[in-house]
């Protein structure tokens, strides 16, 4: 069994968007990768292939639906949320074990963001804190056994920081660290 399930909200509109969805599966590594395309106008077929559970809205549902949606389905030790313009360093989960064995408090790792054609580079930081301190949902990983939902009345805007300060609030600590990174094209998402 794999210890890390990917999920990744997908709405493609062009093939630029497609490309960069193959690029960030193909970085990932041994995972259950669950895609939930948010009723894509292209590359439904692509994304059932690549996927090992493929759930497909009619509509856009948005980013916080379609994170929950996967989230109530991961049996996996650990879960990564992740957009679909990413390419995440290959030692990310080894990383990531090594973050959560810290603290039975951390809830969530988030490695160092660059820019899509910035090589990755490794550091030794590892910063436990409340507050963010780098970007946090393009890509980070949460332990499996109490995920949070998204509050779903959110639609493309805030719900990031919302799900952060609702962790913070419940005590739980999210972990910082340029031990991995990963790149994010031009820091937006479609």
Not at 32 to 45: A, H, R, T
Not at 104 to 121: G, L, N, Q
Request: proline share 2%.
């Amino acid at each position: 069994m794999k210890d890390f399930t990917v999920i990744i909200p997908c709405w493609i509109i062009n093939q630029e968007l497609l490309q960069l969805t193959d690029n960030a599966i193909a970085s990932l590594g041994n995972v259950f990768l669950i895609i939930v395309d948010n009723g894509s106008p292209m590359g439904g077929g692509f994304l059932r292939d690549k996927a090992n559970l493929y759930i497909r809205n009619k509509e856009n549902l948005g980013y916080a639906k379609a994170v929950n949606q996967g989230l109530k389905l991961v049996k996996t030790k650990y879960i990564a949320i992740s957009n679909n313009d990413i390419r995440v360093s290959s030692n990310w989960q080894n990383v990531t074990k090594e973050i959560f064995a810290l603290n039975e408090k951390i809830y969530s790792c988030h490695f160092r963001m660059t820019d899509y054609d910035v090589p990755f580079e490794y550091g030794n930081q590892i910063v436990v804190t409340e507050k963010e301190r780098w970007c946090t949902s393009s890509f980070f990983v949460i332990k499996s056994w109490k995920p949070q939902l998204y509050d779903e009345n959110f639609l493309n805007s805030y719900e990031d920081y919302d799900y952060w300060y609702k962790i913070r609030s419940s005590g739980w600590k999210q972990v910082y660290t340029n031990k991995a990174s990963y790149q994010h094209h031009h820091s937006f998402t479609q």
